[in-house]
């Protein structure tokens, strides 16, 4: 009896993998669309178009890259999260419509972690904390002792409340026991351009638009927002090696992910593909010339990564009382 009960038990095991490796070797069916949830341009539009071109090749399929803008990042997320759960559909992200708005607006019409399944991570990058020349602060200590003397009096720029760089400058001003006084923009260009002009005095920016005004005088560069120093830019301290501050980490991501139900087969090509198209040499060089980094970090890993980012952010948001606008 127990003979049988192990054969009906293999078979049925057996049964249950058959599917998932079919649909591995199926897949993909038809041409596949990577989503993205802002305007052409940006970080997470550049790294779609990067691995469309590559992972058209490798599939065999053409590989499309759309744009489904607003709403901070949810009306793209929601239209995949809404698709079907075949990896025909998949989304670049950013932290946004993944980790930060589950926790500043409650009537979201997706939950991110549970509609969406983690793939790969496709870059990090820091952000530079820049100021203009007229404000007389050339380091982070210096900005903490201006803060201190001056509660609220001094200001930085964001692309809106709830961006990325609204909570990167709340967890600095937290973990450095400061008051700043927020100026939300509607959108990166107006706020550091008013930073330029001295409207402003200071933001967290990404290192490529920042490091050429720093480079031409116009912005003094502060601080990296991630522990380690970058490679393109070594001459410019990380936020934490500031005493007080050696906690401070924030680097910013942009990944890919897809419909939560998605078979672990097609999740697994998927990242294996992500994975060795970002580390192609010639990829990764411009890649790391522009201030970011790729990941070779598995798909456990990286889910693992962005459930503790959920937690990390959710205490500043709810400290901080941040609520979509």
Known sequence: MSHILLRMALALAAAMVIPSTALAQAFPQKPVTIVVAYPAGGVADQMARVLAGELGKRLGQHVT???????????????????????????????AETVFMPHMNDKMAYQPDKDLAPVAMAVRYPFMLVANPAFPARTTKDVIALAKKNPGEHTYATAGNGSVQHIAMEMFSRTAG???R???????????????????????????????????????????????RLQAAPDVPSVSETPGLENYDFPVWVALF?????PD?????????SVSIFATSAIRANIEKAGMTVSSE???????????????????IKEAGIKEE
């Open 65 to 95: 890259v759309e744009n489904r803008v607003g709403a901070s990042g949810m009306i793209g997320a929601n239209y995949v999260a809404k698709s079907a759960p075949d990896g025909h559909t998949l989304l670049m992200a950013a932290m």
């Open 178 to 180: 400061i008051q700043l």
């Open 182 to 228: 927020h100026i939300p923009y509607k959108g990166v260009t107006p706020a550091l351009t008013d930073v330029l002009g001295n409207q402003v005095s200071m933001m967290f920016a990404g290192f490529p638009p920042a490091m050429v005004h720093v480079q031409s005088g116009k912005l003094v560069a502060i601080g990296m927002s991630t522990k380690n």
């Open 258 to 262: 897809a419909p939560a139900g998605t």
């Open 265 to 273: 087969a097609v999740l697994d090509r998927l990242h294996r593909e």
């Open 298 to 316: 598995s798909r456990a890993s990286f889910a693992a990564f962005v459930k503790s980012e959920h937690a990390k952010y959710q205490k500043i």
